[in-house]
């Protein structure tokens, strides 16, 4: 059963910066490649929203709000996968979770993780 990670939260002011990594366990080497990687987060009382993805050929997509701020990437060797997190904002403020689809021996599968608190200081 393929388990998701994450670690690196913490408070920090406006501006500055976290980095969010996934370590992932449990799955097929190739499982891990092909694999589509995304971060989302979840404020209190709120929905949760997709944030940035990141594909097996390493191509990255971002929430709107996030550009230019933050990096997603992965390191296929380590099976890790990463959120930098530049130029922090109160509104930045959630619970972050990593997101995996692959596919299944039947269907494609989606795994979560447990989830790592960001708390940005305005």
């Known amino acids: 059963q393929v388990r998701l990670v994450e670690s690196g939260g913490g408070l920090v002011q406006a501006g500055g910066s976290l980095r969010l990594s996934c370590a992932a366990s449990?799955?097929?080497?190739?499982?891990?490649?092909?694999?589509?990687w995304s971060w989302y987060r979840q404020a209190p009382g709120q929905q949760r929203d997709w944030v940035a993805t990141?594909?097996?050929?390493?191509?990255?997509n971002y929430l709107d709000s996030v550009k230019g701020r933050f990096t997603i990437s992965k390191d296929n060797a380590e099976n890790k996968m990463y959120l930098q997190m530049d130029s922090l904002k109160s509104e930045d403020t959630a619970v972050y979770y990593c997101?995996?689809?692959?596919?299944?021996?039947?269907?494609?599968?989606?795994?979560w993780g447990q989830g790592t608190q960001v708390t940005v200081s305005s």
């Open positions: 997101n995996a689809k692959y596919p299944g021996s039947e269907r494609p599968e989606d795994a």
């Open positions: 449990g799955g097929m080497w190739r499982m891990f490649r092909i694999a589509v």
């Open positions: 990141i594909t097996g050929g390493g191509t990255t």
